[in-house]
């Protein structure tokens, strides 16, 4: 029986509601936030206003994508979904190598390693250490994504550990992954993760639209896979936004397979840290935009419910 699982527990695909496909409600102090202060977003006071906000627009959940020691903090993620009333799906897995320090776990794992780790998040529970240390305190939020990125052509040693990993733990539990894509190389993943035994229809790539000729999007969906378009908190707030024009191409040719998000990671996205236009604006004045470019409800239905639903459940 298919089921997405949130961090507070697996609900049917068909409860999941309206999605943002890609989002970090929670970059606690780290690392990740030594090395970028900008993106330090420690309260769950706000996110609760956040997503206060973001519920009376229509939304019902959001995809958590901070993984495993790099500003992760499950117990606060918790408690945001019980507080706010949303959906929250928790990520296992590895960001970016520049996320970790010289001589951190990851760059001394193996893959089995690796993947034994994600699946223990996935099936158990995320450890309320994040990861950073010997001690482990497992919890009994699981993991509903795993996350994995890469930023170099082919995938260096430590990005390819990680997604043989990625493909290892979907294998054995059915979980979905979702990427992150640095500029064109969204088809150098496509094929590790496929070749690995990955079904193409649970693999997301985040960030997709950094780049935007559409011959390389349609190129990486006949493969399959999803898509996430989320730079438009990025570029101008009105009719020249670039995420917007891609959106509006793209939907109409791949109906089922463009989702949204707005990858928030900067308080000064968020009016409950003083910046603006705020979370809900994806589901207020983006999607405007997009109804007057000719954007369909029955589109929008399907990149902002009926996708996420699909993409975010697991295989078995």
């Known amino acids: 029986m298919s089921f997405v699982r949130t961090v507070l527990g697996d609900i049917a695909p068909s409860a999941l509601g309206t999605t943002y496909a890609h989002e970090h409600l929670i970059i606690d102090t ?24 973001f519920r009376k627009a ?19 993620l918790a408690e945001i979904s019980r507080r706010a009333g949303v959906h929250i799906v928790a990520p296992t897995g590895l960001h970016l190598p520049k996320f970790y320090p010289q001589g951190h776990w990851r760059f001394r794992a193996t893959a089995t390693e690796l993947a034994d780790l994600f699946v223990t998040e996935i099936e158990q ?20 994504v795993v996350k994995v ?64 000729d559409p011959d390389y999007h349609r190129a990486i969906l006949r493969t ?22 891609l959106a509006a191409r793209m939907l109409p040719e791949f109906p089922d397979q463009v989702m949204l998000g707005t990858d928030g990671a900067r308080p000064a996205y ?8 705020g979370l809900d604006w994806l589901l207020g004045g983006f999607r405007e935009m997009l109804k007057k470019a000719g954007v369909t409800d029955e589109l929008l239905k399907k990149c902002f419910l009926d996708t996420p639903a699909r993409a975010y459940a697991f295989s078995r």
Request: net charge negative; glycine share 10%; with cysteine.
């Open 30 to 53: 780290s690392y990740t936030t030594q090395v970028f202060p900008e993106i330090h977003l420690p309260s769950v006071e706000n996110a609760v206003a956040e997503l206060g906000d």
């Open 58 to 76: 229509g939304g019902h959940a959001m995809i958590e994508t901070m993984p495993c020691d790099a500003g992760r903090n499950v117990l606060k």
């Open 125 to 144: 529970g995320i450890d309320a250490n994040d990861c950073a240390g010997p001690a482990v305190l497992r919890t009994s939020h699981r993991a509903g």
């Open 149 to 212: 990125g890469s930023a170099a052509r082919g995938l260096d040693d430590a990005e390819r550990a990680a997604f043989e990993a990625a493909a290892a733990a979907h294998r054995r539990t059915g979980c979905p992954i979702i990427t992150h894509v640095e500029p064109g190389l969204g088809l150098d993943q496509v094929a590790l993760l496929t070749s690995r035994g990955v079904e193409p229809r649970k693999i997301t790539l985040s960030h997709t639209d950094r780049t935007l």
């Open 224 to 245: 399959g896979v999803n898509v996430e378009y989320d730079r438009m908190l990025r570029a101008p707030l009105d009719d020249s936004n670039p995420t917007l024009k």
């Open 270 to 277: 968020w009016r409950s840290y003083g910046g603006s236009p």
